[in-house]
């Protein structure tokens, strides 16, 4: 049996002639950006926000431009680590909150297991948000070596609170410990910090590093100062008209310098040449106040957390000297369930993910990405959400919207369009930034021409106006909205009403997809959780035995008797 699979497998290359030449294992830096939206960085056309250190990447690798995430933190980050919907794991309705008894189901086996037993040492560096009531939920207990970062949804930059439901409490680790002392320390600082030092002390002869950065940055904090940036990183901004928008802009303009000083490392470390360098935003942008924050998704519609393209079509590349066809854009299909098989096949070949898909949904879509190949996934599931009566689905270019969040209130286009004019983009700042510098010495960085060439690509406009089609007007359960997405990338014309037979075809295959759906985990916010007895810091509470007594007892120190 053995055998007979390995002749399979090693056939087609056989055939075609090629080679299959495995080199060392690839370091595999994954940058997650938080709530960043689709127009707030420069290689998609946007020249507000001055992000060279991305746009080098961007313009020397993979522009992943129809590129889906699921629309909010807490299912974006189980599909990435599971390689599985959230509807497959219970993780579809909104976030985790930090005094949920719950977390990613532990029966998952994750992104840095996976690796780990092809030989990898996995770090993380920032945002966990899959679950921390129990230790065994939180990143030490599932793979990772080390993690300094935090285990919730969102933190003050500063001093690393997070409000949540009225209760106040710190959340910041460094392994499983309270950082106390990293106090005042600027999360976007200590994020980098730590993925500088995990580079600079990694023993290649130990075998590759999977290093998974999760930024907080651009996530609004806490609501009595949502966008905490230093001065002067926002007087650096101050050609952006609208004050809460320029703070925005200085907290994306950190987090490009931060992928600056990680790239930088690599290249000190000589492990830049044989990495896949990976940034994604984890969902679409929350833009004009949505969670007191600023981003923009233009020219798309909606925002974070609903099922529009603004939601779920996000900013992301690939850059690796692996990839033979780079320096493209690409608008291969690819979800962020993807990531997870895709990364296995690039670090141990077709046998690391020849079972893979009876277990997983994700597709690897590693050697369409190397060899600009057709992409293997045909359809994308955005969500099936029943407590808010929305669901959207993509079959190629069709795409059905079925009901709405928010009561359609975030059903708009939302600026701001940021100056789309090329001419404004400085592609001075591309050349002279970190990782520009890096590139260029690795003869990867393009010309000027190709660069404006590239960025020209991965502009997105949305046609003034159709013969066909109306405006969709959403509620939660309502009739569905059919989209063709390559025509219609900005989601104006509904053509419902001219396709029908397209729209129960993709009915049929939303159906399909729900027959197979677990009910969410969502649960109601455990008492025990209430920083207020733990010293102001948000904990793993579940791994405690307390009495009813403690919690009726809202001050003082409490004793608290370990759970078997
Ligand atoms: C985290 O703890 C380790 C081990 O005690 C220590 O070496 C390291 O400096 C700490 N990191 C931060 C960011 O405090
Ligand atoms: C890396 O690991 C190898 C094998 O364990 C060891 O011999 C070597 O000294 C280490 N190098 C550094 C710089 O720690
Ligand atoms: C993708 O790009 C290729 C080459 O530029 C083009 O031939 C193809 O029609 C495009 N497909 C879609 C779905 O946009
Ligand atoms: C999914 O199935 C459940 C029950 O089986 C049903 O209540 C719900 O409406 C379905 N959702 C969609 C989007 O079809
Ligand atoms: C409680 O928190 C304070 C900071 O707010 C810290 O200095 C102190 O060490 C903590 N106490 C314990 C027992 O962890």
């Not at 700042?429 to 060439?453: F, I, N, T």
């Amino acid at each position: 049996m053995w055998f007979l699979w390995l002749i399979c497998l090693l056939l087609p290359t056989l055939i075609s002639g090629e080679e299959e030449i495995r080199p060392a294992q690839p370091n595999i830096i994954f940058i997650l950006a938080d709530d960043l939206g689709f127009n707030d960085v420069g290689f998609h056309g946007s020249a507000e926000i001055p992000t060279p250190n991305i746009d080098a990447l961007a313009y020397s690798g993979i522009i992943l431009n129809r590129y889906y995430v699921a629309p909010i933190c807490t299912p974006s980050r189980s599909a990435l680590m599971t390689g599985k919907y959230p509807i497959h794991t219970g993780m579809q309705h909104t976030v985790l909150y930090a005094a949920e008894p719950r977390g990613l189901p532990l029966e998952e086996k994750i992104l840095p297991q996976y690796l780990n037993e092809l030989g990898y040492t996995s770090h993380i560096a920032g945002k966990w948000h899959l679950g921390h009531w129990k230790l065994k939920y939180t990143p030490l207990h599932r793979g990772f070596s080390s993690h300094v970062g935090f285990w919730s949804g969102h933190q003050d930059y500063n001093d690393h609170t997070a409000v949540e439901n009225n209760q106040w409490g710190l959340d910041m680790r460094n392994g499983t410990q309270v950082a106390y002392d990293l106090h005042g320390h600027y999360t976007t600082d200590v994020i980098t910090d730590h993925s500088v030092k995990v580079i600079a002390s990694h023993n290649a002869t130990k075998g590759p590093l999977f290093l998974y950065v999760a930024h907080a940055a651009c996530h609004s904090s806490n609501p009595y100062n949502p966008l905490p940036v230093p001065d002067n990183d926002v007087l650096k901004m101050s050609h952006i008209p609208h004050y809460k928008r320029r703070k925005f802009a200085a907290m994306v303009s950190k987090m490009d310098d931060s992928v600056g000083q990680i790239v930088d490392q690599l290249r000190k470390s000589n492990m830049l040449e044989n990495s896949i360098i990976i940034f994604s935003s984890d969902n679409g942008g929350p833009a004009q106040g949505f969670n007191l924050n600023f981003a923009s998704n233009y020219p798309l519609k909606g925002v974070k957390n609903t099922l529009w393209e603004g939601g779920v079509r996000a900013a992301g590349l690939m850059w690796s000297p692996l990839l033979k066809k780079s320096q493209r854009v690409s608008n291969q299909t690819m979800h962020i369930i993807d990531w997870l098989p895709t990364l296995l096949e690039a670090a141990g070949g077709p046998p690391a993910v020849a079972n893979l898909n009876q277990q997983i949904d994700g597709q690897s879509i590693w050697r369409a990405l190397v060899q600009d190949k057709a992409s293997p996934r045909l359809n994308v599931l955005h969500n099936i959400d029943d407590i808010w009566g929305s669901a959207a689905l993509s079959v190629g270019d069709w795409k059905l919207v079925k009901g709405t969040n928010y009561r359609g209130s975030w059903d708009g286009w939302y600026g701001p369009a940021g100056e789309r004019d090329p001419r404004q983009y400085d592609w001075q700042l591309v050349a002279k930034s970190r990782v520009g510098k890096a590139l260029d010495a690795l003869k990867m960085l393009p010309s000027r021409a190709d660069q404006q060439r590239i960025r020209a690509a991965a502009t997105v406009t949305c046609p003034a106006q159709s013969s066909q089609g109306t405006s969709c007007l959403a509620t939660a359960f309502s009739a569905p909205c059919l989209f063709h997405i390559r025509d219609d990338p900005c989601e104006q014309y509904n053509l419902a009403k001219q396709y029908p037979e397209v729209v129960n075809a993709l009915m049929t295959e939303l159906e399909r997809f729900n027959a197979t759906a677990v009910p969410p985990s969502n649960k109601p916010a455990d008492p025990r959780a209430d920083p207020r007895f733990w010293n102001y810091t948000w904990t793993n509470f579940g791994d405690y035995q307390n009495t009813r007594n403690d919690l009726d007892t809202l001050s003082g120190d409490i004793t608290l008797a370990k759970t078997v």
